[in-house]
Nanobody, 124 residues
Framework: VQLQASGGGLVEPGGSLRLSCVASLGAFSRYTVAWFRQAPGQEREFVATIRYSGTTLYADSVKGRFTISRDNAKNTVYIQMNSLNPDDTATYFC???????????????????WGQGTQVTVSS
């Protein structure tokens, strides 16, 4: 099982990026896929998740600015990030799990599969 995250880069404050997470998972449509991020010296932080049903959940810090979506035909989950600010600078990881329950959606340790991370830097 592999998750491949991509799309990171350097962007100015107020800019946008779209990250992609491609999964080599059988029955991908049955998986919940999430994005977490980790800044240097910080703990890994929940960003957003999308369940197999399409239900989404966002961290308060990104609500209204980030949008998570999925294309099951392409085994891919996206996160569109708008109005980026320096506090969004981090390595972004995608994670997947098939049996995760709703109350655990924001907990990194509850996800079984992880990608390698893609760096997002917001700076002028």
């Amino acid at each position: 099982v592999q998750l491949q995250a991509s799309g990171g880069g350097l962007v100015e404050p107020g800019g946008s990026l779209r990250l992609s997470c491609v999964a080599s998972l059988g029955a991908f449509s049955r998986y919940t896929v999430a994005w977490f991020r980790q800044a240097p010296g910080q703990e890994r932080e929940f960003v957003a998740t999308i369940r197999y049903s399409g239900t989404t959940l966002y961290a308060d810090s990104v609500k209204g600015r980030f949008t998570i979506s999925r294309d099951n035909a392409k085994n891919t989950v996206y996160i569109q990030m708008n109005s980026l600010n320096p506090d969004d600078t981090a390595t972004y990881f995608c994670a997947a799990d098939r049996g995760i329950i709703y109350s655990s959606l924001t907990i990194a340790e509850q996800y079984d599969y992880w990608g390698q991370g893609t760096q997002v830097t917001v700076s002028s």
